[in-house]
């Protein structure tokens, strides 16, 4: 195999080092738990967007004390209009971004279908929780659209910076980069390419129901708007990978049973995910070793879907 007396640096692999990262939903569960994987390896600068001010500017705070490495900025992804002032504010302050993370989301209104004994307690769950079915669809999936179309400038002055083709690549083009036109602080040897990086959930392969209808089927569009948009984008060098994670400690899953009493037969590894494991996959994805990765869909799910098989 070609370069396979190549040097390996696990450091440079799984690292952030160098990169300016965008985090919706950054405030709290797995979405501080990327950003603090992110500073925590070196990431020039990382801006974590959330509704709440107050909760991501604590996050800010413990993340960064100075706030210089670590950016909140209150942004309803909902509202066209408070995305594109995240979008200047980041053009203006940084110039380019090389990783978006879709992670914002809520929770449908909670009803498990399973406490229903008769098809009228059934309906009446159904109908109470789907009273917030366009609200889960409009910030868990619609709203992706919106953020992902509005940085798409940034992620492509990202690629230019590194030396990467600024037109659209036709099949018939040799995709190379030209290291003449790339910024100095540059590794002639880092081959990534901007990214973004959609976070679904279980709750979008499962068939239960538990997460709610709206939920599951926001989840499961996720999936497949993450997959198109890698094939959407290839021609321009931005690659698209979508994460599945499990079981995982947030504000979200809190309320769940499941929780405080995780079994075999729920999560074979016996626990839920921690920022460890946030930090493994994420690190995995924006690092060097990540570069060849596009168009992925990444199960971290402690063994669930291993023994309970989705729906795919």
Same mark, same amino acid.
């Given at each position: 195999?070609?370069?396979?007396?190549?040097?390996?640096?696990?450091?440079?692999?799984?690292?952030?080092?160098?990169?300016?990262?965008?985090?919706?939903?950054?405030?709290?569960?797995?979405?501080?738990?990327?950003?603090?994987?992110?500073?925590?390896?070196? !990431?020039?600068?990382?801006?974590?967007?959330?509704?709440? @001010?107050?909760?991501?500017?604590?996050?800010?705070?413990?993340?960064?004390?100075?706030?210089?490495?670590?950016?909140?900025?209150?942004?309803?992804?909902?509202?066209?209009?408070? &995305?594109?002032?995240?979008?200047?504010?980041?053009?203006?302050?940084?110039?380019?971004?090389?990783?978006? &993370?879709?992670?914002?989301?809520?929770?449908?209104?909670?009803?498990?279908?399973?406490?229903?004994?008769?098809?009228?307690?059934?309906?009446?769950?159904? @109908?109470?929780?789907?009273?917030?079915?366009?609200?889960? @669809?409009?910030?868990?999936?619609?709203?992706?659209?919106?953020?992902?179309?509005?940085?798409?400038?940034?992620?492509?002055?990202?690629?230019?910076?590194?030396?990467?083709?600024?037109?659209?690549?036709?099949?018939?083009?040799?995709?190379?980069?030209?290291?003449?036109?790339?910024?100095?602080?540059?590794?002639?040897?880092?081959?990534?390419?901007?990214?973004?990086?959609?976070?679904?959930?279980?709750?979008?392969?499962?068939?239960?129901?538990?997460?709610?209808?709206?939920?599951?089927?926001?989840?499961?569009? &996720?999936?497949?708007?993450?997959?198109?948009?890698?094939?959407?984008?290839?021609?321009?060098?931005?690659?698209?990978?979508?994460?599945?994670?499990?079981?995982?400690?947030?504000?979200?899953? !809190?309320? @769940?049973?499941?929780?405080?009493?995780?079994?075999?037969?729920?999560?074979?590894?016996?626990?839920?995910?921690?920022?460890?494991?946030?930090?493994?996959?994420?690190?995995?994805?924006?690092?060097?070793?990540?570069?060849?990765?596009?168009? !992925? &869909?990444?199960?971290?799910?402690?063994?669930?879907?291993?023994?309970?098989?989705?729906?795919?």
């Amino acid at each position: 195999m070609e370069h396979s007396g190549t040097k390996i640096s696990p450091t440079a692999l799984f690292s952030a080092d160098g990169l300016i990262i965008v985090v919706t939903g950054g405030g709290s569960g797995i979405g501080k738990a990327m950003a603090s994987a992110a500073c925590q390896t070196g !990431a020039s600068r990382v801006y974590i967007l959330g509704r709440r @001010l107050e909760v991501i500017t604590n996050t800010a705070k413990e993340l960064d004390e100075s706030q210089v490495k670590v950016v909140p900025l209150q942004c309803d992804v909902k509202s066209i209009d408070s &995305v594109s002032a995240a979008v200047q504010h980041i053009e203006k302050e940084s110039g380019y971004i090389d990783v978006l &993370v879709n992670n914002a989301g809520i929770p449908n209104p909670f009803f498990d279908p399973e406490s229903a004994d008769t098809i009228e307690a059934l309906q009446q769950g159904l @109908l109470e929780a789907h009273k917030g079915t366009l609200n889960v @669809l409009d910030t868990n999936l619609a709203a992706i659209i919106g953020i992902s179309s509005a940085f798409l400038h940034l992620l492509q002055k990202g690629n230019v910076r590194r030396g990467w083709p600024a037109k659209k690549l036709q099949t018939t083009d040799t995709n190379t980069r030209s290291l003449e036109h790339s910024q100095s602080n540059v590794d002639p040897g880092d081959m990534r390419t901007s990214q973004i990086i959609t976070i679904s959930s279980m709750g979008g392969i499962q068939r239960s129901g538990l997460t709610g209808l709206a939920y599951t089927a926001s989840k499961a569009g &996720v999936i497949h708007l993450g997959q198109t948009l890698s094939t959407m984008l290839a021609p321009y060098n931005i690659r698209s990978n979508v994460c599945i994670p499990g079981y995982y400690h947030s504000e979200m899953t !809190a309320p @769940l049973p499941v929780m405080q009493n995780m079994r075999f037969g729920n999560t074979p590894a016996g626990r839920a995910g921690d920022p460890h494991d946030v930090a493994g996959f994420f690190l995995f994805l924006v690092g060097m070793s990540g570069s060849f990765i596009n168009g !992925a &869909v990444l199960l971290t799910d402690g063994g669930r879907f291993s023994i309970n098989p989705p729906w795919f």
